[in-house]
């Protein structure tokens, strides 16, 4: 297996694969792939899935073994250009126009200058996302896209063609060297074409049983092997029943922590029922895994690890 040296690009797949194994997270190639060519042709990376499938993880993953700064946009229904790009820090501004008039100063046009200056500018994500030194580009996560309106996609698609922002005031603000963007999406609703032709794409899946126990050994090592091994099962057929919200990866390595604290060395249909609220997060969904349903589970993967 390559080695990767922190702080800097990978050189090949395989050494992307070692850089994410080198920080807990196990990448399989397909996605190794896609990332080293986003890192490659300095092209954003659109990453779509279930949430709870490490779709997070992966910036702030890569923010650790570029060593580079993480800048996270946190999506959400009503964002705007006042919370995500900048905005003037209105009472100090308001504080230096008093302070000036009470030194007699009665100049408009300095008094302008002066309160739409850089010291006045609060900067958010996005501006301080392209507000780079040459070499230092950050990792720019915009998170959860989805939750969005169309209005600031739109205005993302701007962002993402040019890296600047323009700010009446002040200029055009561009990047002198554009940063490394991830966005998320948990796929609530659709994402335009327009923004998804200027990424590279990949689907974030749920893990397969042997990659999610490796997960669940490197990041519970307290929990012993039988248990991690009937949890895991026990997820994986989890996920093939009906349910409102699957439980994701990280779902999985709470459950773990929680039977591990309560010193569980197996399942049984006891502790799964006090244990379901770190798994499942509705009561829905609660309540018909906790009866007779588990139950069943819990049998079919007991005998399946018995037949090995």
Same mark, same amino acid.
Request: some cysteine; overall charge negative.
């Given at each position: 297996?390559?080695?990767?040296?922190?702080?800097?690009?990978?050189?090949?797949?395989?050494?992307?694969?070692?850089?994410?194994?080198?920080?807990?997270?196990?990448?399989?190639?397909?996605?190794?792939?896609?990332?080293?060519?986003?890192?490659?042709?300095?092209?954003?990376?659109?990453?779509?899935?279930?949430?709870? *499938?490490?779709?997070?993880?992966?910036?702030? *993953?890569?923010?650790?073994?570029?060593?580079?700064?993480?800048?996270?946009?946190?999506?959400?229904?009503?964002?705007? *250009?006042?919370?995500?790009?900048?905005?003037?820090?209105?009472?100090?501004?308001?504080?230096?126009?008093?302070?000036?008039?009470?030194?007699?100063?009665?100049?408009?046009?300095?008094?302008?200058?002066?309160?739409?200056?850089?010291?006045?500018?609060?900067?958010?994500?996005?501006?301080? @996302?392209?507000?780079?030194?040459?070499?230092?580009?950050?990792?720019?996560?915009? !998170?959860?896209?989805?939750?969005?309106?169309?209005?600031?996609?739109?205005?993302?698609?701007?962002?993402?063609? !040019?890296?600047?922002?323009?700010?009446?005031?002040?200029?055009?603000?561009?990047?002198?060297?554009?940063?490394?963007?991830?966005?998320?999406?948990?796929?609530?609703? &659709?994402?335009?074409?327009?923004?998804?032709?200027?990424?590279?794409?990949?689907? *974030?899946?749920?893990?397969?049983? @042997?990659?999610?126990?490796?997960?669940?050994?490197?990041?519970?090592?307290?929990?012993?092997?039988?248990?991690?091994?009937?949890?895991?099962?026990?997820?994986?057929?989890?996920?093939?029943?009906?349910?409102?919200?699957?439980?994701?990866?990280?779902?999985?390595?709470?459950?773990?922590?929680?039977?591990? &604290?309560?010193?569980?060395?197996?399942?049984?249909?006891?502790?799964?029922?006090?244990?379901?609220?770190?798994?499942?997060?509705?009561?829905?969904?609660?309540?018909?895994?906790?009866?007779?349903?588990?139950?069943?589970?819990?049998?079919?993967?007991?005998?399946?690890?018995?037949?090995?």
């Amino acid at each position: 297996m390559a080695r990767h040296e922190t702080g800097k690009l990978p050189q090949s797949i395989d050494e992307t694969i070692a850089m994410l194994e080198a920080h807990d997270y196990l990448a399989g190639t397909a996605l190794a792939t896609v990332l080293f060519l986003a890192l490659r042709m300095k092209r954003p990376l659109f990453l779509e899935g279930e949430a709870g *499938v490490g779709k997070t993880e992966i910036a702030k *993953v890569l923010a650790q073994a570029l060593d580079r700064p993480l800048i996270r946009l946190q999506c959400y229904e009503g964002l705007d *250009v006042a919370s995500a790009v900048y905005e003037w820090n209105y009472p100090a501004q308001m504080l230096e126009i008093r302070l000036s008039e009470a030194t007699g100063t009665v100049d408009r046009q300095r008094i302008e200058s002066d309160i739409f200056s850089e010291r006045f500018l609060i900067r958010r994500p996005v501006l301080q @996302a392209i507000s780079t030194v040459a070499g230092r580009a950050p990792v720019f996560l915009i !998170d959860e896209l989805d939750r969005t309106d169309e209005a600031f996609e739109a205005f993302l698609l701007e962002v993402l063609s !040019d890296f600047q922002v323009t700010i009446p005031e002040l200029g055009t603000i561009k990047s002198s060297e554009p940063p490394i963007v991830i966005i998320t999406t948990n796929r609530t609703r &659709e994402i335009h074409d327009a923004l998804k032709r200027r990424c590279l794409y990949h689907w *974030v899946d749920y893990p397969k049983a @042997a990659q999610e126990l490796e997960i669940i050994r490197r990041k519970v090592p307290g929990c012993n092997a039988m248990l991690s091994r009937e949890i895991v099962a026990y997820v994986q057929k989890l996920r093939s029943v009906d349910l409102f919200k699957n439980p994701g990866v990280a779902e999985t390595i709470d459950w773990a922590t929680a039977l591990t &604290e309560l010193d569980a060395l197996a399942l049984d249909p006891e502790k799964v029922a006090d244990t379901l609220g770190t798994l499942l997060k509705y009561q829905d969904d609660i309540a018909r895994i906790e009866g007779a349903e588990g139950r069943r589970l819990l049998a079919e993967v007991k005998a399946e690890l018995a037949q090995g």
